[in-house]
């Protein structure tokens, strides 16, 4: 049930899991400046998924808000009222194992939680040089 309660938080977000816009708002798109040794990288980006978590299991709303491309689409209520559905601990979420897809400035990182349901999230890099989950503030 917790779980569901997630994933309900996830749709209210209109997260789109399964295919990355290939210009995303404020993320350069293509088009990625690249700072000396800082690359886009499969470990970064689960870095910022279990980020995300973290943040959305605690009911961090400004946390999760800096964790997504459209932080003015993020509803600190609902955030709030849903804190504790991806896992009973912090150190439950830490020990989750993630796959990272990474092509190019996007990346798709899926995980399976303790229930065994599995969770995929889709990641841009950004012109900031940062891996934000993407959501679509449109249909929120």
Known sequence: MKRLLGLILLALFSITAC???SNPPGSGGDNVEETPGVRP?????????QAYLLASNQ???????NLVTQ???VDCD??????GT????DEELANLKFEAEVVDSAATITTTFSDG??????????????????VDAEDS
């Open 78 to 83: 609902v955030v709030a009222e849903l804190a």
């Open 71 to 73: 932080p003015d689409a």
């Open 86 to 89: 991806w896992a009973d601990s």
């Open 117 to 134: 349901e599995v969770g995929k999230y889709a990641f841009v890099w950004t012109d900031d040089n940062t891996w934000l989950m993407v």
């Open 19 to 21: 295919s990355v816009p």
């Open 59 to 65: 009911g961090n709303c400004e946390g999760v808000k």
């Open 41 to 49: 990288t499969a470990e970064g980006a689960i870095e910022a998924a």
